[in-house]
């Protein structure tokens, strides 16, 4: 469902700043995008308090005031320039062709169709604008009774087919490298993997563990690779709580980072400094712009990780 808009009151308490601050920030650096009510009053999205953290996390890294919110405009502004959207003609064609052919069990006109766009769009504009709101259209109809269980998994299986084939090759090459993997109970994988594509166009070399992998699992395969990060992903609110300690745990000794819809509704302070932006290509942006920044002061496993 669509991100739901804050007044300022629940913003300041989402990101533990105050309304004056959040103000002065949106005055001084057009830090944030708020729309207005029909009273007038201000909304935030996701994306305000997506910037916002990414702020808090600069300034404790010491960068000065100016310069960080520069760097926040750098990285929210540098996933779209790498990937200029889809216009919005090429989109809805693009979207009926997928519910038509995929939910008819048919692949072939989808898979034409988004090699058709591959040939004219950045990879990551297909992803961002095309297969993550279909997907999230899907799981909206389909929760409402308008799609059935089956047409979900086909339209799932055939578009996480065709995602990871533009990944291969992923974990070959890269000065930076990277663990994904979902979290223990989570099966739900295809953000994840438009994030991993993001992260290999920024020179990361990624290691994929997918669906459903044990925490110890992720940390061998984090010492294997001297891996830079873990990224974990969850869809679903209780993931991560079912498994906190043994994130904290890992977090004690590897750089430790999350993401997903099941992230957003989680209070605990510790895992809030480690949460990644909803777009996935803006994360893959800012995680990318962390480790710029972090790489000559601290070692692969040892750098925190930037809020969303």
Request: charged content about 25%.
């Given at each position: 469902m669509p991100d739901p808009l804050?007044?300022?009151?629940?913003?300041?308490?989402?990101?533990?700043?105050?309304?004056?601050?959040?103000?002065?920030?949106?005055?001084?650096?057009?830090?944030?995008?708020?729309t207005r009510s029909d009273g007038g009053f201000r909304l935030y999205s996701a994306d305000?308090?997506?910037?916002?953290?990414?702020?808090?996390?600069?300034?404790a890294l010491g960068i000065p005031t100016a310069q960080a919110a520069g760097l926040v405009h750098r990285v929210q502004t540098a996933a779209f320039d790498a990937n200029?959207?889809?216009?919005?003609?090429?989109?809805?064609?693009?979207?009926?062709?997928?519910?038509?052919?995929l939910e008819n069990f048919d692949d072939a006109p989808a898979d034409r169709t988004l090699e058709r766009l591959l040939g004219v769009f950045a990879p990551g504009a297909v992803l961002r604008d095309i297969i993550l709101p279909?997907?999230?259209?899907?799981?909206?109809?389909?929760?409402?009774?308008?799609?059935?269980?089956a047409q979900e998994h086909f339209a799932s299986s055939f578009l996480e087919g065709w995602m990871l084939t533009m990944a291969r090759g992923w974990s070959r090459s890269g000065p930076y490298r990277a663990v994904l993997a979902c979290a223990p109970g989570e099966r739900h994988?295809?953000?994840l993997i438009a994030?991993?594509?993001?992260?290999?166009?920024?020179?990361?070399?990624?290691?994929?563990?997918?669906?459903?992998?044990?925490?110890?699992?992720v940390e061998y395969a984090a010492d294997?690779?001297?891996?830079?990060?873990?990224?974990?992903?969850?869809?679903?609110p209780g993931t991560f709580a079912a498994v906190s300690d043994e994130i904290r745990a890992l977090a004690r000794t590897h750089a430790v980072a999350v993401g997903g819809p099941g992230v957003a509704g989680n209070r605990s302070d510790w895992l809030a400094s480690r949460t990644l932006p909803a777009d996935p290509l803006?994360?893959?942006?800012?995680?990318?712009?962390?480790?710029?920044?972090?790489s000559q002061s601290s070692g692969p496993q040892r750098s925190p990780v930037p809020a969303s």
């Open positions: 804050l007044r300022i009151g629940e913003l300041a308490r989402r990101t533990d700043l105050s309304p004056d601050l959040i103000r002065a920030w949106e005055r001084r650096y057009d830090l944030l995008r708020p305000d308090i997506s910037r916002l953290r990414l702020m808090q996390r600069y300034l200029p959207g889809v216009p919005p003609g090429d989109i809805r064609t693009a979207l009926r062709v997928l519910r038509e052919s279909y997907l999230r259209e899907l799981g909206e109809r389909w929760e409402c009774g308008e799609a059935t269980i994988v295809l953000g994030f991993g594509l993001a992260l290999r166009d920024l020179g990361w070399r990624v290691t994929y563990l997918g669906a459903d992998a044990p925490v110890r699992a294997a690779v001297t891996a830079h990060v873990v990224v974990l992903s969850a869809a679903l803006v994360a893959a942006h800012a995680l990318t712009a962390h480790e710029h920044t972090m």
